[in-house]
């Protein structure tokens, strides 16, 4: 064998002999191990401030917008007037209405202190009037009889006295109807009623050219110009009703099962993000949204912040759990944590073994460890992932 045969052997034995080395060489890990402190788990979404209530205000008749009172962003009381129709119409109708029940008044008022009178004296008339054909008649009959008069005579007073006897009937029905009960005050009673009811109408049309806050709160929309023609029904003005902030968001059903009335949140408006106030969960909806696997939940705010506007987007951090003094492990050393098997890759006599663990509250960097592994362990960090169970492996603390 030559000198240069020699020298290469030697050099591929010493590369073998290296790549030998290298291949039994334990594997260099990063590891954390396990400790104890506190973990949050919080449920993070974002939603919109909504007002209690909102309350659409729509024109109660067709009519031309006058004058506008308010716009957007404006507080209101209640009763204050926002929107002024055009009334012309409205107060002419009013006017005449107001007049027909004076007309009907005036009938009434003829036929109690004028009519009843005026039928009594009438009555006492007919019945001096029959008393007298009467008399005439008996009187003619006795000179019929002495054949002082034709049979002509005696037939007219019989007539004259029907007649008296019809006049005198007609009196006293006519007495009877300007009675207190009587049909013509029946009658002048009821007009007066139908005259009033038309004007209770034509005033009831009037106030409704006004338009007038129902509540306390504030101009949210407001859709109409002084000069607008407006319909029956339409929508003029949107008002938030003042009363307590609530705050609205729609997090994913998968949380569901961690969310519970009273748990505290912390939130902020996108428009303020350094602006964070504290906020309760009052409501969780009893269905979730087929659509889109989302559930809806308010939140109370006690104290809200001057800024904060109805309909503001907002991020929402809610505490659904907190355990103090508990075994943690950071989130990334965890392996399936979403599964129904998490476990975690400890270092054990130099390998790789793979221990199933139990899991606690889920914080955003920290979980809780309740089962699997103990402080003394030592755990591959989220660097070593690709380290499988019984590789030889070193484990390196940072």
Not at 58 to 81: H, I, K, N
Not at 191 to 211: D, I, S, W
């Amino acid at each position: 064998m030559t000198g240069r045969r020699v020298v290469l052997v030697v050099v591929l034995l010493g590369v073998v002999a290296t790549i030998a080395y290298l291949s039994t060489r334990p594997a260099e890990v990063e590891v954390v191990r396990p400790t104890r402190g506190p973990v949050v788990q919080t449920v993070v979404s974002s939603g919109r401030v909504m007002p209690p209530a909102e309350i659409k205000l729509g024109a109660l008749t067709a009519s031309t917008v006058r004058e506008v009172f308010v716009g957007e962003g404006d507080a209101v009381v209640v009763d204050q007037l926002l929107v002024q129709l055009d009334d012309g119409e409205a107060k002419a109708a009013v006017d005449r209405a107001r007049a027909g029940v004076a007309a009907a008044k005036a009938g009434r008022f003829e036929v109690a202190k004028l009519g009843a009178p005026a039928a009594e004296a009438a009555l006492r008339q007919a019945d001096a009037s029959l008393e007298q054909a009467k008399r005439d008649l008996e009187r003619k009959e006795e000179l019929f009889a002495g054949g002082v008069i034709p049979k002509a005579n005696l037939d007219d007073a019989r007539t004259a006295l029907e007649l008296a006897e019809s006049q005198r009937a007609a009196a006293g029905l006519q007495v009877q109807a300007a009675s207190a009960g009587g049909s013509q005050a029946l009658s002048a009673a009821a007009a007066v009623a139908q005259a009033e009811a038309q004007l209770a109408l034509a005033e009831e049309q009037l106030a409704r050219t006004k338009l007038q806050s129902p509540v306390d709160g504030t101009v949210l929309a407001r859709y109409l110009e002084p000069g607008d023609a407006v319909v029956a029904g339409s929508t003029l003005l949107i008002l938030a009703r003042t009363g307590a902030t609530r705050l609205v968001i729609e997090p994913d059903e998968r949380n569901l099962a961690t969310l519970a009335l009273g748990q505290p949140a912390t939130a902020s408006a996108e428009a303020f993000p350094d602006l964070q106030f504290a906020a309760s969960v009052q409501y969780i909806a009893p269905s979730v949204d087929p659509q889109r696997g989302t559930v809806e939940v308010r939140l109370a705010v006690p104290s809200p912040p001057p800024e904060l506007k109805p309909h503001m987007t907002v991020s929402v951090e809610i505490e659904v759990g907190k355990r103090d003094g508990v075994l943690t492990l950071p989130r990334s050393a965890v392996r399936d944590l979403a599964s129904r098997e998490p476990f975690v890759m400890a270092v054990v006599d130099g390998r790789a073994v793979r221990r199933a663990v139990e899991l606690g509250i889920l914080g955003d960097e920290r979980v809780e460890i309740r089962a699997g592994i103990d402080e003394g362990s030592l755990v591959v960090a989220s660097e070593g992932r690709g380290v499988a169970e019984g590789d030889r492996v070193r484990g390196v603390e940072r």
